[in-house]
């Protein structure tokens, strides 16, 4: 074989390679700029923007909805535990004939008991949450699989989340069409799941009723970078939280830092149409409202440029 063929055969081999992924256009169509190319999602990405609970301006359930409705949001993150269970018709009347969705629950979880008898509460805790919130039609409910110092050292934690605790979770959620949402948090509050890929992989070894989510808060401290991050997720990215960069509060106080560009090339990327939602405070004496509207508009010209 002559020097040149064989430095044809290899850039040809090497084209293959970069497009061997089921993502990736057919070769002839690809990298015809010397770069490989993602095939567009199936249906475009969206950015539904989604309040917290607590931090939508109003005291009824009625006139927060009104004020996502009024000021487009498209999505409400809500409280889990007894306010859940409390007003599960209320918030079902409440979002008759609106076009809001409601995207999660969160509240406190820990699977890393060393009892197993411990753990199975945890799980029993949730179960009858995971069915309001499939009658909600609800993405899911956030879990933090364990906090702090786990009981139980990682090996078993994950063995144990992966086809246990975790797994009968997802399976109820799924049984009930809804999920459990894993929530990755920084190393001094977990070391068990601090990144979206870990989570991710997770998720996959869970199975259907399990997805993963990521919060630019936490992932500013844990990731080295939010576009490869999500993309890591991909289809098994359901949720996404949102704060101002410098001091976890509402998006757009803290002036240049707070730049989501990048996260939301990669939210495009992978098509995701799931909520973003702001967890983060508001500076004392604030007005809030609009502050909530100065954040609105900083998203959706970040998006527009991402
Ligand atoms: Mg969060």
């Known amino acids: 074989m002559k020097r040149r063929d064989f430095l044809m055969g290899s850039a040809v081999a090497g084209v293959a390679s970069v497009c061997g992924s089921r993502h990736v256009v057919a070769a002839d169509k690809c990298c015809c700029d010397g770069m490989p190319k993602l095939a567009p999602p199936e249906k475009p990405a969206e950015l539904n923007l ?4 607590g931090a939508i301006p109003g005291t009824e359930i009625k006139q927060k909805l009104d004020f996502l409705e009024a000021n487009g949001f498209a999505a409400v993150e809500i409280p889990s535990g007894k306010w859940l269970s409390d007003n599960v018709e209320p918030m079902k009347k409440a979002m008759e004939g609106r076009k809001l969705f409601i995207a999660t629950a969160c509240g406190p979880s ?6 197993a008898e411990k753990r199975d509460a945890e799980v029993a805790k949730f179960l009858p949450q995971l069915e309001i919130l499939g009658t909600l039609k609800s993405v899911g409910l956030i879990i933090c699989p364990a906090r702090s110092k786990p009981g139980l050292g ?3 934690l994950r063995e144990d989340f992966v086809t246990n605790t975790g797994k009968k979770l997802a ?5 009930h069409g809804t999920s459990i949402v894993l929530e990755p948090l920084q190393r001094k509050e ?4 601090r990144q979206v890929a870990d989570g991710a992989a997770i998720s996959r070894d869970i199975g259907p009723g399990c997805t993963v989510m990521g919060d630019f808060w936490h992932m500013s401290k844990e990731e080295t ?8 997720a991909g289809k098994l990215l359901s949720h996404v939280h949102i704060a101002s960069l410098k001091d976890r509060k509402v998006p757009g106080v803290d002036g240049d830092a707070d730049n989501y560009v990048d996260g939301f090339k990669g939210l495009k990327l992978i098509g995701y149409r799931g909520a973003v ?18 954040m609105v508009k900083l998203l959706r010209e970040q998006w527009a440029m991402a």
Do not use: R
Not at 50 to 53: A, G, K, N, R, Y
Not at 110 to 115: A, G, H, I, L, T
Not at 225 to 232: C, L, N, R, T
């Open 50 to 53: 989604c309040l917290q609970w």
């Open 110 to 115: 820990d699977f890393s008991y060393v009892e």
């Open 154 to 156: 990682f090996p078993e």
């Open 171 to 175: 399976e109820h959620a799924a049984k």
């Open 190 to 193: 977990t070391m068990f799941l």
């Open 225 to 232: 970078s939010f576009m490869g991050a999500f993309i890591s």
């Open 277 to 294: 939602s702001l967890e983060g405070g508001f500076p004392k004496n604030a007005d809030k409202t609009q502050l909530i509207l100065n």
